[in-house]
């Protein structure tokens, strides 16, 4: 059974691969409000759904919503299917249903063929998810009946076909299932497709695998595996290998089984596929326990609990995400409608107004004073059409910045609060060593603390007033050696409790073009972090050297426990949402997104080496001031 799941999971993400997702962002920043954002908006919504779904909603509940507005009836359809498909894989089935069902009637409202079988297919896979499978084969049947008509898409007949014969194996029709198999592999490779013929044939490996056929099992799955090497999509050979390894497995061919899933472990975690990793675990444990190897048996098996634990809680921290934009998208939506039908109620009344002025003036004959009426019955609607249009805009623009302004308010603030839970410590360090002198010092580093708090909270307040949605960039030129000497004032107070050194290298002549507060927070960040993971007595260096051409080069460097190879590959990860790291360098990971996230809407990137006992070097590439801006920078410094 768990071989079936394994190539059912592959299925699914066959059609997740859509544009470029970072092309079609860079689009959606022009795109005006019209079908054509529609269009975008569904297709980032398809090419994230499969394997960041939590990501995907946000586009494809905004693509639907300007779709009602537009009355784009086409781009509503699939957006809607768009949308619950990430439902489906939030596992929100009612609702993922509640969406295609409404897809549905547009495909019958537009007579699309292709809408018909995609709604009727995407209904079906979520009650065959439920094990439903009555309900889930009458969906499929009444897709097959559309299968074939003008119109349909070769990848919806695709899925249909490859989703009924896992079906029919589920439920142990095997002819049936092998008949719609081959028919998918038939139809892909007419078309070319080699990553689907690769697919389909896994699919009728892991069949003959469930029919103990190993022989025929193996020969399909080695052919799988050789049709995807060439390829760049190494996502799918990953789950081919580990089927591959479980056949030799069964055969007792251990060698080269053991050799497919290494290979298939270190495919999945250079893709983040931890789903993939989390089989590869199990397989390892059973090729272990198969050699008598049973200590190592058990460290796979322990790594595969642990993994399996960290996916459920992911689970079901995107299936609440997804409820909480479900929900907010609602309100929206009911604050839009509102909006409308104030609008529509100041219409009628214009209209009601306009006739009855007309009226009048027709008994009186006063054609001046009708035409004076029109003109202002239009200047009101005009009116009411601009406020309902800049009350959306603000909506979404609210919507969008909210989660990222509570996370840099709260990051922001993390070093000043702990400048003050320092000087607790320097208190007790103080009284340990009745130092006199360093417990009067103690009021100074309060007032500063407070004053540098202060500062921070005015910076954060007057930022977060001035932005609209988008954070604000303001380039201009900055003084790397200031920026080095606000950042040590910052931390005086936990540098001198922890017995830390910090050290600057940053010549005067070193300028900067780039935005003061998205620069001091990655400083800040940064030095937080290694101020936290550097023990008593060690050392922190701030260094700034030019780089290439233009730029600018920055080092943050500490002499602390360093991070595991497996940590700094989790942190090179760009998850919004990513599980929180475990061992000594704990945490969500979320200060250094705002770091990454400054320093390339500066043009500049940020990259991390470290290795364990040895400390922790962050290197950050920013761009230099220009020749004639360095002058007047120069100047204004002086």
């Known amino acids: 059974m768990r071989c079936l799941f394994l190539v059912a999971l592959l299925l699914s993400s066959l059609w997740g691969q859509a544009a470029s997702v970072p092309a079609l962002q860079r689009q959606l920043r022009t795109q005006p409000a019209d079908t054509g954002r529609v269009r975008l908006l569904n297709e980032l919504c398809y090419a994230l759904h499969d394997n960041e779904p939590t990501l995907a909603l946000p586009y494809g509940e905004r693509g639907v919503i300007l779709a009602r507005q537009l009355s784009d009836r086409p781009g509503l359809m699939r957006g809607l299917l768009a949308l619950a498909s990430c439902y489906a894989n939030l596992a929100d089935g009612p609702h993922a249903l509640e969406l295609q069902q409404e897809a549905l009637l547009l495909a019958r409202q537009l007579r699309s063929n292709d809408g018909l079988v995609r709604s009727f297919t995407g209904m079906g896979s979520v009650y065959h998810e439920r094990n439903d499978t009555a309900a889930a084969l009458r969906n499929y049947r009444r897709a097959l009946r559309y299968a074939y008509d003008p119109g349909v898409q070769v990848s919806s007949q695709l899925m249909l076909f490859g989703n009924l014969g896992n079906l029919y194996f589920t439920m142990r029709y095997r002819s049936r299932g092998m008949l719609f198999t081959r028919r998918a592999l038939a139809l892909a490779r007419r078309n070319g497709d080699r990553a689907g013929e690769s697919l389909y044939l896994a699919n009728m490996g892991t069949y003959y695998l469930q029919m103990e056929r190993l022989g025929t099992a193996e020969g399909l799955l080695r052919k799988a595996v050789s049709l995807l090497e060439p390829l760049p999509n190494q996502r799918f050979e990953a789950g081919h290998l580990e089927l591959l390894a479980t056949v030799l497995l069964l055969n007792d061919e251990l060698e080269e089984a053991d050799e497919l899933t290494h290979r298939a472990l270190v495919l999945a975690r250079r893709l983040g596929y931890q789903e993939r990793v989390l089989d590869a675990y199990s397989l390892l444990a059973d ?10 048996a058990y460290e796979w098996q322990r790594r595969f609990r642990s993994l399996n634990d960290s996916l459920n809680s992911r689970s079901r921290l995107q299936t609440l995400m997804a409820l909480q934009t479900r929900y907010e998208t609602a309100d929206k939506e009911r604050l839009i409608q509102q909006l409308t039908d104030r609008e529509n109620v100041m219409q009628q009344r214009n209209r009601a107004q306009v006739g009855a002025i007309v009226a009048l003036l027709l008994g009186l004959g006063g054609a001046g004073l009708l035409y004076t009426k029109l003109r202002r019955s239009r200047a009101a609607l005009s009116a009411n059409n601009q406020a309902l249009e800049q009350t959306s805009a603000e909506l979404r623009q609210v919507a969008a910045s909210k989660d990222r302004l509570y996370a840099i308010v709260a990051h922001d603030l ?3 609060v702990t400048s003050f839970a320092s000087v607790t410590e ?26 540098q708090l202060n500062h921070l909270l005015d910076n954060l307040l007057n930022w977060a007033v001035n932005q609209t949605g988008e954070l604000a960039f303001r380039p201009r030129v ?16 936990a540098l001198e409790a922890k017995q830390i050194t910090l050290h600057l290298e940053a010549g005067p002549e070193l300028l900067l073009w780039a935005d003061a507060h998205m620069t001091q927070t990655i400083l800040r960040n940064l030095v937080g972090n290694s101020l936290k993971f550097t023990p008593s007595g060690g050392q922190i260096r701030l260094v700034a050297t030019p780089g290439p051409p233009g730029q600018m080069a920055l080092r943050v460097e500490d002499t602390g426990s360093g991070i595991s190879p497996e940590q700094l590959a989790a942190l090179h990860r760009s998850e919004a949402l990513a599980p929180p790291l475990q061992g000594p360098r704990s945490g969500t990971g979320l200060g250094l997104l705002l770091c990454r996230a400054f320093a390339s809407r500066q043009a500049g990137s940020l990259r991390i080496e470290s290795t364990p006992g040895q400390g922790t070097t962050v290197h950050i590439m920013l761009p230099a001031a220009p020749a004639e801006e360095q002058a007047k920078g120069s100047g204004a410094g002086k």
């Open 426 to 451: 320097l208190i007790d360090f103080y009284l340990r060593q009745g130092d006199e002198a360093g417990l009067r010092r103690l009021p100074e580093l309060v007032r500063q603390s407070a004053q």
């Open 414 to 416: 993390r070093g000043p």
């Open 478 to 493: 900055l003084a790397v050696a200031e920026l080095f000497e606000d950042t040590r004032r910052l931390y005086s107070n």
């Open 287 to 296: 090729i272990s326990a198969a050699r008598s190897q049973y200590d190592q």
